[in-house]
């Protein structure tokens, strides 16, 4: 038997105890100090094998620290005692014990083993502590054993936003963005308002062309949110209708001038009526819109065919040129800014292409 003084100090480390025999290392894991309790359960482990497993199975269900119940869990775990596992996952009153129960009962299970998934479901749905619930949505997809969906579409709505995340994410993995949606995922949207939660929202979207829950979206994000969400739709080519766009439009008018190239093409007629009454109604007001209303004007000016625009626009087109003629006369001049009634926010090269657009246009359609 190797002796210590128990009474001058404890020992140093793991190697120090482990040449200790079985009785010894029994009464260090019933009454020494919490780190040679640990090193203990694991010496016992190490010299008695699976025999060890009820002398610490006995210590973990007695008063002991949550810190050392956790490494017999452990150890436990690795002789296969799933039967006391489940009850530290379900009945502990530490949540770190219970999801270190969890997190190893997960880890030594097959996927589809039954009676694992069972208890899982059943901690998603009872276990208070979100940690938790996240580990054990995280450790399940881990090894590919999937979450039944509407269970997943509850926890999409789980008060812990990092569960809702662990949720969407799950859903998108292992079932398709239709199935998810007609089960009810767009409910998600009326109570999200954190911003990476909407745009993870957003991805189910616009994989399937739901334009109607982006803008709910966007209008929940702030600016930098709404860019982004702007830069996934041109990223995935997104068709957008010109009402849906236009809603968009209003929001933000990030991208602007390239906006054109994600609206529908059959509708692109009425996105440029639309810009130009928008343009012209500022001249009458003595106002001006940004830049990039201008400036996509020239876009749709130059790559649509306007061979056959309504009279009405036409109209416009010719108060708008005025305006414009106007304001690079006025800005040739090198009048002050505060003399000058109405000016666009352009300088003269872009005004240039602008007059030169609308000129091309109203011949076009007076041939």
Same mark, same amino acid.
């Given at each position: 038997?190797?002796?210590? @003084?128990?009474?001058?100090?404890?020992?140093?480390?793991? $190697?120090?105890?482990?040449?200790?025999?079985?009785?010894?290392?029994?009464?260090?894991?019933?009454?020494?100090?919490?780190?040679?309790?640990? !090193?203990?359960? !694991?010496?016992?482990?190490?010299?008695?094998?699976?025999?060890? #497993?009820?002398?610490?199975?006995?210590?973990?269900?007695?008063?002991?620290?949550?810190?050392?119940?956790?490494?017999?869990?452990?150890?436990?775990?690795?002789?296969?005692?799933?039967?006391?596992?489940?009850?530290?996952?379900?009945?502990?009153?530490?949540?770190?014990?219970?999801?270190?129960?969890?997190?190893?009962?997960?880890?030594?299970?097959?996927? *589809?083993? +039954?009676?694992?998934?069972?208890?899982?479901?059943?901690?998603?749905?009872?276990?208070?502590?979100?940690?938790?619930?996240?580990?054990?949505?995280?450790?399940?997809?881990?090894?590919?054993?999937?979450?039944?969906?509407?269970? &997943?579409?509850?926890?999409?709505?789980?008060?812990?936003?990092?569960?809702?995340?662990? /949720?969407?994410?799950?859903?998108?993995?292992?079932?398709?963005?239709?199935?998810?949606?007609?089960?009810?995922?767009?409910?998600?949207?009326?109570?999200?308002?954190?911003? *990476?939660?909407?745009?993870?929202?957003?991805?189910? &979207?616009?994989? +399937?062309?739901?334009?109607?829950? =982006?803008?709910?979206?966007?209008?929940? $994000? @702030?600016?930098?949110?709404?860019?982004? =969400?702007?830069?996934?739709?041109?990223?995935?080519?997104?068709? =957008?209708?010109?009402?849906?766009?236009?809603?968009?439009?209003?929001?933000?008018?990030?991208?602007?001038?390239?906006? !054109?190239?994600?609206? *529908?093409?059959?509708?692109?007629?009425?996105?440029?009526?639309? =810009?130009?009454?928008?343009?012209? /109604?500022?001249?009458?007001?003595?106002?001006?819109?940004?830049?990039?209303?201008?400036?996509?004007?020239?876009?749709?000016?130059?790559?649509?065919?306007?061979?056959?625009?309504?009279?009405?626009?036409?109209?416009?087109?010719?108060?708008?040129?005025?305006?414009?003629?106007?304001?690079?006369?006025?800005?040739?001049?090198?009048?002050?800014? *505060?003399?000058?009634?109405?000016?666009?926010?352009?300088?003269?090269?872009?005004?240039?292409?602008?007059?030169? /657009?609308?000129?091309? #246009?109203?011949?076009?359609?007076?041939?």
């Amino acid at each position: 038997m190797v002796e210590h @003084d128990r009474e001058s100090n404890t020992f140093a480390d793991f $190697l120090e105890l482990l040449p200790l025999d079985i009785e010894t290392l029994r009464g260090l894991l019933d009454s020494g100090e919490e780190v040679e309790r640990v !090193w203990a359960a !694991w010496a016992l482990a190490l010299k008695l094998g699976r025999h060890s #497993a009820p002398t610490l199975a006995a210590v973990a269900q007695s008063e002991v620290p949550a810190g050392l119940r956790r490494h017999l869990i452990a150890v436990l775990a690795g002789f296969g005692e799933t039967e006391i596992l489940s009850v530290f996952a379900t009945s502990d009153p530490d949540s770190l014990v219970r999801g270190t129960a969890c997190l190893y009962l997960i880890q030594t299970s097959e996927p *589809d083993n +039954e009676k694992m998934r069972n208890l899982m479901f059943s901690r998603l749905d009872r276990e208070p502590d979100p940690k938790v619930r996240g580990l054990v949505i995280s450790k399940l997809s881990e090894i590919g054993s999937s979450i039944l969906l509407p269970q &997943l579409i509850v926890l999409s709505q789980d008060p812990s936003a990092e569960v809702r995340r662990l /949720a969407l994410q799950s859903i998108s993995r292992q079932h398709s963005s239709r199935r998810a949606l007609e089960s009810g995922l767009e409910k998600c949207l009326e109570t999200e308002n954190e911003p *990476d939660l909407l745009l993870l929202l957003a991805e189910f &979207l616009i994989t +399937e062309r739901r334009a109607v829950g =982006l803008i709910q979206c966007a209008g929940k $994000l @702030d600016d930098q949110g709404q860019r982004q =969400l702007i830069d996934r739709l041109f990223e995935c080519e997104m068709v =957008l209708s010109w009402n849906t766009a236009r809603q968009f439009i209003d929001l933000s008018d990030y991208r602007l001038v390239e906006f !054109w190239k994600i609206v *529908d093409s059959d509708e692109l007629p009425m996105m440029f009526h639309w =810009l130009v009454a928008k343009l012209a /109604a500022c001249v009458q007001e003595e106002n001006w819109c940004s830049s990039s209303h201008y400036l996509l004007l020239v876009e749709l000016l130059v790559n649509l065919d306007l061979s056959d625009v309504c009279a009405a626009t036409l109209g416009y087109l010719d108060a708008l040129q005025e305006a414009v003629r106007f304001d690079l006369s006025n800005k040739s001049a090198d009048l002050d800014p *505060d003399e000058i009634e109405w000016q666009t926010p352009l300088g003269n090269d872009d005004l240039s292409r602008l007059d030169e /657009a609308i000129t091309c #246009a109203l011949v076009q359609n007076r041939l």
